[in-house]
């Protein structure tokens, strides 16, 4: 077996491994690699090269992460990291057998998402303050994300070239560089055209930029935080006090979609699920919200 020499060197082929043959997003890559980290700074307070690790070591690196109060889920996806990372390994000749084979995962429940009510949407909504510039835009950007369900990194990422006003659909590219077409609201295509004529188009646009529809002050691409800036003070503004992010929009959109009877497959397609056990997710937070409608309001659950 080859011995690694070079660490850096083997972690940026594992992203390209990650990105090209795994198929996966550049920020799921980079999760992934951050994850490797995490294990190499481990096995080195223990004295063991990575090649060298054993199924032992690794137990106590997952045990490590349990007691260092990592939550269910984050140690799932570390784990899941690190058996990818031990594979790409055994690909590349670095170690005989993969030692993560026996490596168990913690049991993650099923999390059903915080969404808004079709009220709070509105409200959210109501309250943009559309006398400042930026109004014109950020309510472009909640009715496309609402709209569209769409993840935050498809929505700073999206071009004006991805957009087809007419046949009224966008053209997204979401996971591993995975395209799918998406109808969009005459709702979103009017407060986008008044973005583009009101806002954008006073705007110094950077180099590289010119093709990206949301732009920031300085004509530059917006990023993911600012989007989670500008949803949590409108939120404040709004007086909604759930757990509120751009993803929280997306899951609204799955949800109302289910609640007035899309078929769940078309969901699955527009949210850009491989699986349709991901889109399932949102069958269980509905009946979860009818089981709270009938004990709330059936007459025999308010009898004494």
Same mark, same amino acid.
Not at 145 to 160: D, H, I, K, T
Not at 242 to 247: C, D, G, L
């Given at each position: ?5 070079? $660490?850096?060197?083997?972690? =940026? ?40 690790? /054993? ?12 007691? %260092? ?27 005989? !057998? ?5 490596? =168990? ?12 009510? $079709? ?6 909504? =109501? ?17 496309? $994300? +609402? ?14 070239? !991805? ?23 005459? %709702? ?8 583009? /004529?009101? +806002? ?37 503004? =709004? ?28 969901? !699955? ?8 056990? /991901? /889109?399932?997710? +949102? ?8 089981? !709270? ?12």
């Amino acid at each position: 077996m080859r011995e690694i020499t070079d $660490l850096a060197d083997i972690k =940026a082929r594992y992203e390209v491994y990650l990105r090209i043959e795994k198929g996966l997003s550049v920020n799921t890559a980079t999760s992934y690699s951050a994850d490797v980290d995490k294990l190499v700074t481990f096995l080195s307070q223990q004295g063991v090269a990575v090649e060298h690790a /054993t199924a032992d070591n690794l137990e106590a690196f997952a045990c490590a992460l349990h007691d %260092v109060g990592i939550g269910p889920r984050s140690q799932a996806r570390i784990i899941s990291g690190v058996k990818n990372f031990y594979r790409f390994l055994r690909l590349e000749g670095y170690v005989a !057998q993969n030692p993560t084979q026996l490596l =168990a995962t913690p049991a993650v429940g099923r999390h059903l998402p915080e969404v808004l009510t $079709l009220d709070e949407v509105d409200a959210l909504i =109501a309250s943009i303050d559309m006398s400042k510039p930026e109004g014109v835009r950020n309510r472009a950007i909640i009715e496309t $994300l +609402y709209g569209c369900g769409l993840r935050v990194s498809e929505l700073v990422g999206l071009r004006r070239s !991805q957009l087809f006003a007419e046949e009224e659909y966008v053209m997204v590219e979401g996971k591993g560089n995975k395209q799918r077409i998406v109808p969009i609201s005459p %709702v979103a295509l009017t407060c986008i055209d008044s973005y583009l /004529t009101e +806002y954008r188009c006073n705007l110094t646009v950077q180099r590289g930029c010119d093709d990206i529809l949301f732009l920031n002050r300085r004509g530059g691409q917006l990023t993911r935080q600012m989007i989670f800036h500008i949803i949590k003070e409108l939120c404040v503004q =709004a007086g909604i006090r759930k757990n509120i992010s751009p993803h929280t929009l997306r899951h609204s959109f799955a949800t109302h979609l289910l609640e007035g009877g899309a078929n769940l497959r078309a969901i !699955q397609q527009m949210l850009g699920h491989e699986s349709i056990t /991901t /889109t399932e997710i +949102y069958v269980h937070l509905d009946r979860s919200r009818l089981r !709270q409608e009938i004990l709330e309001h059936h007459p025999r659950n308010h009898r004494p």
